[in-house]
């Protein structure tokens, strides 16, 4: 098993440091992105410890960041039922996660078919982020069979919708879509993988998730700002649009209300706690500020459309909220 060691390192890495104004060349960006992939892989089967027990007493999430925590149904749990909580909630996301990897593959592929770019480094390296992203959805998995938890499964018009993803045009929502699934994963994974609270089986599968996921996000923010070049206004438009309400959904849909029951709570008893808690806005800011500073840089959060469905989102940091309400 690898170990991945240097943790202050390692919680600094991968934060992407792409800018609108740094975006280079594709051909270029996808060759060093190859030569990171093939020097810094990893591999769930073999480089997370599966034989080894759970350790008694720990959470499987940063609690902080679960859904109930500051509410009265939370500070009713006792300690145990803590753990549980965070246990199906870490199921209720890998779970998730798998679907949203299988979805981004999907497009991986069509956009390698449709631009005929399997000899191109920028295809070459499309087809390596399909490879990574199947070893990270039987990571997820392994995990979920080691939460002891059943897969949490979303009604059938969902999957159907994911199925859509094959036929829906490729475009700036797309992508902005994806990074805003990766970029919310990878700023929670970040914390919780630091948390010595947290059961070293989701720690570690959590470093792997990160350092390889930064490669994806730095691949995507590029390919990104080079899309809304290339389009005119009414497109670049209609996608904002679709990404703002994209990140309307996003923070509630990682928690499965389904994952309260484990605690005796009905679903919607605690879906209920979960939209009206506290710290629900506190919450949802943090694990989209670093993609929401990066989309307002680029322009993708301006027009007045958007900025109306992004103030309902609660997502927004206060100082771009300002400015988007100045316009």
Not at 15 to 30: F, I, L, M, P, Y
Not at 270 to 287: K, Q
């Amino acid at each position: 098993m690898t170990t991945i060691d240097q943790p202050t390192a390692l919680h600094e890495a991968g934060a992407s440091s792409v800018r609108g104004k740094s975006v280079g060349d594709r051909q270029k960006t996808a060759q060093r992105l190859l030569r990171s992939a093939a020097e810094r892989a990893y591999d769930g089967e073999v480089d997370i410890d599966w034989d080894a027990p759970v350790v008694p007493g720990l959470y499987w999430t940063t609690p902080q960041r679960t859904s109930l925590y500051g509410t009265k149904l939370w500070d009713k749990l006792t300690q145990e039922q803590r753990i549980e909580l965070t246990r199906n909630e870490l199921g209720s996301v890998l779970s998730f996660g798998i679907y949203v990897e299988t979805g981004l593959s999907a497009m991986l592929w069509r956009q390698v078919v449709e631009q005929n770019g399997g000899a191109t480094d920028h295809g070459r390296y499309a087809l390596t982020e399909v490879s990574e992203e199947a070893r990270h959805s039987t990571m997820f998995g392994r995990l979920v069979n080691k939460l002891g938890v059943e897969p949490y499964t979303y009604p059938k018009f969902a999957t159907r919708v994911i199925r859509l993803l094959g036929l829906a045009p490729l475009g700036p929502s797309g992508l902005g879509g994806l990074l805003l699934v990766e970029e919310v994963l990878d700023r929670a994974q970040r914390e919780s993988m630091m948390d010595e609270t947290v059961q070293p089986h989701a720690r570690q599968l959590m470093k792997i998730h990160v350092l390889e996921e930064a490669r994806h996000i730095t691949y995507a923010r590029e390919e990104l700002v080079r899309q809304i070049a290339e389009r005119g206004p009414v497109s670049n438009a209609f996608h904002r649009g679709v990404f703002a309400l994209a990140v309307i959904g996003i923070y509630p849909v990682l928690f499965n209300p389904k994952a309260y029951r484990s605690v005796g709570i009905h679903p919607l008893r605690g879906l209920y706690a979960f939209l009206t808690s506290p710290n629900y806005r506190e919450n949802a800011t943090w694990v989209s500020e670093p993609l929401m500073r990066f989309m307002h840089e680029i322009g993708f959060l301006d027009g007045k459309f958007t900025g109306r469905l992004l103030r309902m989102s609660r997502a927004m940091p206060d100082d771009i909220l300002a400015e988007i309400k100045s316009r």
